[in-house]
């Protein structure tokens, strides 16, 4: 009898006690916890997946990701209230379709009718750059981010201004504080988060990713253009050691699965006389930085025309021309151009199977990714 008594009064006890944490699982979102500053919450860890092709992803120490600030940082990408005028979003000019490129368009238009003198850049494998902007003026990717907001040709808002709006919301202030674990909404936050959903735009799945894991072919020709980026261009004896190739690789290299390196550098687009945007010197001021570009992805190429910091060549065709000419000589050329002799003097058939290749690097499961869409309007969920 007793014992009996004993069991039934434990397992009510369990029974409570269940009830209760499973009470607690599902509820914190409205009613987070009051904390000695107000209320707190535990943001959910994140572990991303990166594909085989790339290499690991460096993560700041002092921003992980958490499945609360991913979701905030996707509202806040659309949010076009971070604009002066409550019209433009990250997205107007990075827009899913096109790589997250400006939709064709060789400069983009700000809030105020103003276009900028710059083309608008893909968002993809972001993690891994290590300077931001054609002129790499950002270290961090949370710094890059903080700038269009402000920028006069572009968002053309002030943070406090912007914060201001996102703190008047009825769902935002939830958001930042699940996000952060405890409350406000500060441009830092908000750059935080953002960072955290770029840092999740990951390309790796397009074919070439697939032929490289072994799941899919690639034509002859795909093949023969992937050939031709590795190979050292030019032709013996004017190029002692040339192969005859394309010479992409020493700029854009496959390996680390990014199809870049990163490195500013000056591809001769320009001679010296005709230069009007300096690049990294533009900001660093030193003369063997002028006229120095970020050297940007191959990936998703057949997406995101047009090409080039100003996105001069509407065509990836224009693009293998201006390689095949060698370049324009001036002081910082880079010497992988081969502007001393006589350029690739690449054959029809040869420019071909290159254009053939680039575009096996287009990743429909990106563009496409609903994850990386749209989300409307913020919600608790
Ligand atoms: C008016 C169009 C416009 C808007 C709005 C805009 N961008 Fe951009 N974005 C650009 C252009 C143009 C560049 C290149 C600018 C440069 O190099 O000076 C760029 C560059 C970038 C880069 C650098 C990529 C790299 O690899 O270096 C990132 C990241 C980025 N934008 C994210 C954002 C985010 C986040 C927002 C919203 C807070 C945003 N952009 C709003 C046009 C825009
Ligand atoms: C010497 C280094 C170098 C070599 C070699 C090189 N590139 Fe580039 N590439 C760059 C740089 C730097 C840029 C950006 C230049 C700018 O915008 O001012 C660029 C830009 C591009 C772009 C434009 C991408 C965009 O988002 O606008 C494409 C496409 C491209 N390169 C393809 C190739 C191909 C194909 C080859 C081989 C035939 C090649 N590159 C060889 C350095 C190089």
């Not at 509202?75 to 005028?85: T, V, W």
Request: with cysteine.
């Amino acid at each position: 009898m007793i014992r009996h008594r004993t069991s039934l009064s434990l397992l009510g006890l369990l029974g409570l006690v269940t009830a209760f944490t499973a009470c607690r699982k599902e509820t914190p979102e409205e009613t987070p916890d009051a904390g000695p500053d107000g209320p707190t919450w535990t943001p959910t860890p994140y572990t991303v997946e990166v594909p085989p092709t790339l290499s690991a992803m460096p993560i700041p120490a002092d921003n992980p990701f958490t499945v609360e600030g991913i979701r905030l940082g996707r509202f806040l990408f659309y949010e076009e209230r971070l604009s002066g005028n409550n019209t433009q979003s990250c997205a107007s000019c990075h827009a899913p379709e096109v790589a997250f490129t400006d939709h064709g368009n060789q400069f983009s238009v700000g809030i105020d009718g103003i276009a900028g003198n710059r083309n608008s850049m893909a968002i993809q494998n972001v993690a891994w750059e290590s300077s931001y902007f054609w002129d790499g003026r950002a270290a961090t990717l949370e710094e890059q981010i903080l700038q269009p907001v402000e920028n006069p040709i572009e968002m053309h808002e002030t943070w406090p201004n912007a914060v201001a709006k996102l703190e008047a919301d009825s769902v935002y202030p939830t958001l930042f504080l699940r996000a952060f674990g405890t409350p406000g909404i500060t441009k830092e936050r908000a750059a935080k988060a953002m960072a955290q959903f770029l840092r999740t735009m990951i390309s790796g799945d397009s074919r070439f990713d697939k032929f490289m894991r072994g799941e899919e072919q690639l034509s002859v020709e795909e093949q023969l253009g992937f050939q031709l980026t590795l190979l050292e261009g030019g032709i013996p004896p004017a190029v002692p050691l040339g192969q005859g190739g394309a010479d992409c690789f020493h700029c854009h290299p496959h390996g680390g699965g990014r199809f870049t390196d990163g490195i500013l550098r000056n591809n001769g687009l320009d001679p010296q006389s005709a230069w009007t945007d300096l690049g990294l010197g533009g900001w660093t001021g030193l003369p063997q930085d002028m006229a120095k570009f970020k050297t940007p992805s191959l990936r998703n190429v057949a997406l995101s025309a047009p090409y080039m910091h100003d996105g001069r060549f509407q065509t990836l065709e224009e693009v293998i021309e201006h390689y095949n000419s060698g370049g324009h000589p001036s002081t910082t050329i880079d010497p992988n151009m081969k502007f001393t002799t006589g350029g690739l003097q690449l054959s029809a058939e040869k420019k071909a199977q290159l254009i053939a290749f680039l575009h096996t690097l287009t990743d429909t499961a990106f563009v496409n990714n609903p994850a990386f869409h749209d989300p409307g309007p913020p919600t608790l969920e």
